[in-house]
């Protein structure tokens, strides 16, 4: 079992402590949240230039 596999038990398990003592309401607004956080960060990293590109200038004459 590689360090990844365990991922989904600790974000579970995260996601249950974050939840405790938390309203439904706020609990809405943290998961809308961390969905615009994880596509926010999904973006920036498919807009980086590969290692390639940016060692050959692609990006506008950088």
């Known amino acids: 079992m590689s360090c990844s596999d365990g991922l989904p038990v600790v974000v579970g398990m995260l996601s249950t ?3 405790r003592r938390r309203s439904t309401d706020e609990l809405t607004i943290l998961a809308a949240l961390f ?3 994880g ?3 999904a973006l920036i990293a498919a807009a980086r230039p590969t290692e ?3 060692s050959a200038g692609s990006c506008g004459g950088e």
């Open 39 to 41: 596509d926010s960060l």
């Open 35 to 37: 969905t615009q956080l």
């Open 17 to 19: 402590a974050i939840a």
């Open 52 to 54: 390639s590109d940016a």
